[in-house]
């Protein structure tokens, strides 16, 4: 159980162009995701939180015009990266926790974004 | 601000060594606290977590870690590794305050030579 999926799993862009990346909860209902950005060999870093029906919140330092996050409903998440440039190139991660998990989250398989 | 630390970047093992990976955090209130680990290629899967009770927690593929308050650490253990072991190793911390954002630390590469 607690399975999240994400697609694409690898996209590649052209500078300039805008790229959607969905994270799906399979077999939970997913209260809060969570969107999180993947240096190489760095660690995760928390873009923003979104919770079903309400917008998200941004850390600080993400732009939120930039990466607009979609959390329609309690299985889906989008995350939109618009007029992507080479410095978004990166390994994006969505996560999900239900309320009945606590504090735990599920997490995706990742999708690797690449803009030419 | 709030902080995790991995002081292992990158740890070599041989088949059989004992492993001990150090995750030390900064928060000054109740925190629950997680270890993942992600294979090549895979998605991040959760080894153990902390909420509270016995500090010293068991997980699954025969880690434990344990949680030293006064220490502000969290460090994980396995008394054998095995070749299947080597991928990559978060420490995560959330503050127990309700807002479920996790702090992962700078990961640990592990690498274990058959």
């Known amino acids: 159980g607690a399975v999240v999926s994400q697609h694409p799993s690898w996209v590649i862009c052209k500078s300039g162009t805008s790229v959607k990346i969905e994270c799906r909860s399979l077999?939970?209902?997913?209260?809060?995701m969570f969107w999180y950005r993947q240096f190489p060999k760095q660690s995760l870093m928390l873009m923003a939180t979104?919770?079903?029906?309400?917008?998200?919140?941004?850390e600080q330092g993400v732009e939120k015009d930039k990466f607009l996050i979609n959390h329609a409903s309690l299985t889906l998440s989008t995350l939109t990266v618009t007029s992507a440039h080479p410095e978004d190139s990166s390994f994006y991660i969505c996560?999900?926790?239900?309320?009945?998990?606590?504090?735990?989250?599920?997490f995706g398989p990742g999708t690797r974004l690449t803009v030419t | 601000a709030q902080s995790v630390s991995q002081h292992n970047h990158h740890v070599i093992l041989s088949e059989a060594a004992s492993l001990e990976l150090g995750c030390n955090y900064s928060?000054?209130?109740?925190?629950?606290l997680f270890w993942y680990v992600q294979y090549p290629g895979q998605h991040l899967q959760l080894l153990l977590k902390?909420?509270?009770?016995?500090?010293l927690v068991k997980g699954i593929k025969g880690f434990e870690a344990e949680f030293i308050k006064s220490k502000f650490s969290f460090n994980l253990r396995k008394p054998s590794v095995q070749w299947s072991d080597t991928a990559e190793y978060f420490c995560a911390v959330t503050p127990a305050s309700g807002t479920y954002k996790y702090i992962f630390g700078t990961g640990t590469r592990l690498k274990v030579l058959a």
């Open positions: 928060y000054g209130g109740t925190v629950n």
């Open positions: 979104s919770n079903e029906g309400s917008k998200a919140t941004y």
């Open positions: 996560s999900a926790r239900t309320s009945g998990s606590f504090y735990e989250q599920y």
């Open positions: 077999d939970f209902q997913a209260t809060t």
């Open positions: 902390y909420f509270s009770g016995d500090p």
